[in-house]
């Protein structure tokens, strides 16, 4: 008979199939006004990936610079130190005397020119506290020293890369050969030194180890800005000689990250303090090259689900962001330092779509294939059996062929016996039916009765005043009792017994019966 072969079991899954289809149909509904789609979920895990890669290269070179800063600060103090041990000299004998901070800018160009060639930055300084300007009246207030710079981008390798004086004597950078940068200015102006002044007012036991990284920058006489290191450079007994560090350019930054092509749009590293909700992007550095950030000061943070929301009258993105410390617990800013990652909406909206057309559409190719699947069905088990009982159900009975299915075949096989030519149906048919009709209940043999008089469902429930539950607990007992499995197998019996003239020995049978 096969796996299906019976009626229930077709039937079943006739029914499963439509169940299936029928949930297809309101999947499809739902992700139509967006309930399933998974763009949110799937673009933060995409935001993280690439966040977490981001934090830890920028950590990794923040770090790197640092240790290197601090380092490189104490070997120009102990370069200092022998200088002012040797002549008898002071820093603070040192303004307006050319001579002397030109002898010191020699002693500390070759271990600049060197750290700039091993450090991962655009440029590197020197900042003596000292000045050859105190006897010039109306001029801003500078400061004495040497600062070094790439004359263009630093990404993989400083090899073969010319380096220019943005500020310095120009007679060191004639005597090592260097070009003079186009911004170029004998001193650093102090207006464009974050926390200097601060510095000096930090007691000098405080100072040893401590560091500092500025907020963006712009760096005088150039088109360029910056974020800088600045590391006290002090003297083994603590006196304050000025400031070293590196520079990291925005520039710099954009080409050390670059914009991310990924399956849900470009993501875009951002490195700026946060303060107030508002992601400070004209403080900060951001990745790639593009106008995606063009004439946008600040992003307002808002949350989304899995998603933080960046805006501003510009522009609108998605992302994800976390916090990195840069600067040491001495000069700590109100201000948050965060590194972001973010995707423009309008790639984020269009990635949302794609997921939700994607889905509709599968869902619309498994209800063709479930719809598919009800026709075959339909025409392989429901169409047969119907047929089958319309053959059973006709005069000839006899002459239907095998239906595989196995209730339908026995009941055929049987009928066929009973009409051989010769072969009278025999009493014991009937009699074991009959006793089976005796272990019903007088409320299952009215149903019987009912059912027999061709009444529909909703006129039994009327006539009995009982519920549908009531009824159909009537109905599975009563197909238990009897042997057989649905109504129209029922119906069968009935006209067997019709058609041996023994309709009035079975309607006393449900009227007399004993448990009637």
């Given at each position: 008979m096969g796996m299906f072969g019976t009626i229930q079991r077709r039937v079943m899954l006739y029914f499963i199939t439509l169940t299936l289809a029928s949930v297809a149909v309101l999947c499809m509904l739902l992700a139509g006004i967006g309930v399933f789609s998974s763009a949110n979920k799937e673009v933060a895990k995409g935001l993280d990936i690439q966040l977490r890669n981001s934090i830890t290269s920028i950590e990794q070179r923040y770090e790197a610079l640092t240790a290197q800063g601090l380092t490189f600060s104490r070997q120009l103090g102990r370069i200092l130190d022998t200088y002012f041990q040797s002549t008898g000299a002071a820093i603070d004998t040192l303004d307006n005397n050319e001579a002397a901070l030109l002898e010191i800018q020699g002693l500390v160009y070759e271990p600049l020119y060197t750290i700039l060639q091993m450090a991962d930055c655009n440029g590197v300084y020197f900042i003596l506290d000292a000045t050859v300007n105190t006897s010039v009246e109306n001029v801003p207030k500078t400061r004495s020293g040497l600062y070094l710079r790439f004359a263009s981008v630093k990404v993989n390798s400083a090899e073969n890369m010319n380096v220019t004086m943005y500020r310095g004597n120009p007679g060191i950078a004639r005597r090592n050969g260097i070009e003079l940068h186009n911004g170029w200015k004998l001193e650093l102006y102090m207006e464009g030194i974050p926390y200097y002044d601060e510095i000096l007012e930090v007691q000098p036991e405080y100072l040893f180890g401590s560091y500092y990284w500025t907020e963006k920058v712009d760096l005088p006489g150039s088109w360029e800005s910056a974020v800088m290191l600045g590391v006290p450079v002090l003297?083994?007994?603590?006196?304050?000689?000025?400031?070293c560090g590196f520079e990291i350019s925005e520039l710099l930054f954009r080409f050390s990250y670059p914009v991310v092509d990924t399956e849900f749009g470009p993501m875009i590293t951002v490195l700026a303090p946060k303060a107030g909700g508002e992601l400070l992007l004209s403080h900060g550095l951001t990745g790639g090259v593009g106008n995606y950030f063009s004439g946008t000061e600040s992003l307002a943070v808002s949350e989304d689900k899995r998603l933080l929301v960046y805006t501003s009258d510009g522009a609108e993105f998605v992302g994800k962001e976390s916090i990195v410390k840069l600067s040491s617990q001495t000069f700590q800013t109100n201000?948050?330092?965060?590194?972001?990652?973010?995707?423009?909406?309008?790639?984020?909206?269009?990635?949302?779509?794609?997921?939700?057309?994607?889905?509709?559409?599968?869902?619309?190719?498994?209800?063709?294939?479930?719809?598919?699947?009800?026709?075959?069905?339909?025409?392989?088990?429901?169409?047969?059996?119907?047929?089958?009982?319309?053959?059973?159900?006709?005069?000839?009975?006899?002459?239907?062929?095998?239906?595989?299915?196995m209730e339908l075949d026995m009941l055929i096989e049987r009928i066929k016996q009973l009409r051989k030519p010769g072969n009278p149906m025999p009493e014991d048919f009937f009699l074991d039916f009959f006793d089976r009709v005796k272990t019903l209940t007088k409320a299952e043999k009215e149903v019987v009765k009912l059912i027999i008089s061709g009444r529909k469902n909703k006129e039994i429930q009327a006539l009995m005043c009982i519920t549908v539950n009531t009824l159909k607990s009537h109905s599975r007992h009563i197909y238990k009792k009897l042997g057989i499995s649905s109504k129209d197998e029922l119906m069968l019996y009935i006209e067997l017994i019709n058609k041996s003239g023994k309709e009035k020995i079975f309607i006393d049978f449900l009227q007399k019966s004993p448990l009637g």
């Open positions: 003297g083994q007994d603590g006196t304050f000689y000025g400031v201000s948050e330092w965060m590194v972001a990652t973010l995707l423009p909406k309008e790639n984020y909206r269009a990635y949302d779509k794609r997921t939700q057309i994607f889905f509709i559409i599968s869902l619309i190719a498994l209800l063709i294939a479930l719809l598919i699947v009800s026709r075959v069905l339909s025409k392989r088990y429901a169409r047969p059996i119907i047929s089958a009982i319309e053959t059973i159900q006709s005069e000839y009975p006899e002459n239907a062929a095998a239906t595989n299915i």
